[in-house]
């Protein structure tokens, strides 16, 4: 209980070089598989920790792997997803900034299960500093024979490159990802066909995200059964939170899955309560495309079990009164928060980063963001809340690919919760003008 | 107008980039290949940039036409030596994105979009840069400058005009403390 996997080595001086990261145990990962397991067993290792795909869908990936499609002589590739964009997440900026030989030993070892010959790290291009870390990284691995023809003597040979983004959101989307990646335009792709089947240069591909990949050196470590008995139900091992906002502590925790949202939010080990004494009022659990719930429903399941961070636990309940894991991106909101003010702030962001080919998301969202920008400018009206309501319900679920549904579902939830701050700014526009809606920087300072 | 011509070293850089990919796949190089061009021509991708990226690719001009104007990143308007990407978005507004940009248009006399008279700064607001747990936070070139209060801003301002470079992505980043 407790016991961290990704970040057990975060606090060793000088874990970022090969030398330090290598005393400590590292790359033992690539040497256990490549010499003493088929790739099946490492698929095998996989599948047995349950583990789930840390980008925001929660597929099981040992499925994902075991769906690759293998035509003989044609390349396969692994692509790990390191575009982390949704507003709220920053856990993999922090693993590969601190440790990045464990990305990179988890592409080795990874590529290794899945046949790959060739890999590419897909970076946001802002975190352009994050891609020379690991493109040193990369070089040492390849100085020490890790990386290269022939790794360790094997038949197995692997290059690996970081690819480098240039800011787009969508870009995180597997198939816009590819798309990218391929020198294009960020457009998602009509899916089937799934990348497992034709996927980067239509060949049999892998997307997956930084957590999962490193994840997967544990699992062949200490075996995929050790691995699944952390954890509480289908949620197995341990996941990297980014906790951000209103809280006294906000950082990046590894946590057990199935802690209590309660401890999370209060404990000392984790965020440390609500900053300034303030009241809690909302939490966004999983990245800004997750239904935000009011502080007693993510305290507490409608049923009034504890709500617990794991998959199912905050799905509890649904849409209704459940939410999602998503990304892990936590973001905490005090009293003081104006929720239609911040759901005007996560409309405007969905706008911005909308790809425009399907009309729904594309006019959807700029919709949206207006009117919630004529209600916060006083002059809104009732039949506005039915309004966004029906557009985003015209959005959800109509589109090549789940940038809308992200873009519905944070308006659904706000109005299904807050629906009363949305009328009392709409019935007395002078109340917004008393809206305190965000800190005050100076005031922030005595905080 | 210059001469638009990679420096020795940045086509070699280019050249290897574009052996990264299978044969015929070369393209994949683009976005990468249009950073190092941003940065080497002044910040911003001209159409006269652009067409050079595609001749030294061999690629059609609105094949790089249409990646350049489809990222953020890229600039397709002059702008200032050190352009200031300030996030706007959820965790780093809820901590006071808005006083960071308000203060900046006010101490630089300019609006978001806009650049400075003297054609060191442009402003601009961005959506989440992936330090949401060190917000309000604003990023100059390869570096993220973080847990931001005005006092802060106003040295960084200070420093970044006495020192009167231009900064890009592809800098090398400042030292960070872990
Ligand atoms: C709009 C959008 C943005 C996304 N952004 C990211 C991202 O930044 N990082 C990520 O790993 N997955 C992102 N995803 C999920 C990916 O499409 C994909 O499911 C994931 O990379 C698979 O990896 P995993 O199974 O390891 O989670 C995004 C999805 C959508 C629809
Ligand atoms: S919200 Fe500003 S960095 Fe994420």
Redesign the interface.
Known sequence: MGKKLLLKDDHIAGIQSYDVYRKNGGYASVEKAVKTMTTEAVVEEVKKSGLRGRGGAGFPTGMKWSFLAKPPGIARYLVCNADESEPGTFKDRYLMERIPHLLIEGMITSSYALGANTSYIYIRGEYYYVARILEKAIDEAYANGWLGKNILGSEYSLDLYVQIGAGAYICGEETALLESLEGKRGNPRIKPPFPAVAGLYGCPTVVNNVETIAAVVPIVNDGGDEYAKIGIGKSTGTKLISASGHINKPGVYEIDLGVPVEEFIFSDKYCGGIRGGKKFKAVVAGGSSVPILPADLILKTAKGEPRLMSYESLADGGFATGTMLGSGGFIVMDEDTSIVKNLWNFTRFYHHESCGQCSPCREGTGWMEKILHRILDGHGTMSDIDLLWDIQGKIEGKTICPLGDAAAWPVAAAIRHFRSEFEEYIKNPKSIKDVKHYYRLNNLQSA | MKDIRFSEESMALVQRMMK?Y?EG?H??????I??IAQAEFDGWLSPEVMNYVASVMNIQSI?VY??AS?????NLKPVGKCLIEVC????C????????IR?LEKKLNIKVGETSSDGMFTLKS???????????ML?VG???YEN???EKVDALVSRLKSEGKRKT??D??EP?T?
């Open positions: 990264r299978p796949k393209k994949s190089a683009l976005i990468p249009l950073h094949e249409e990646v489809f990222y953020s990143m890229f706007r978005t959820s965790s507004w809820l901590l006071g994105a808005e006083d960071v203060h961005v959506e989440c840069l992936g330090s949401c747990g060190t917000a309000p990023q390869a570096d993220y931001l209060n005005l992505y592809t090398l980043p960070r872990l």
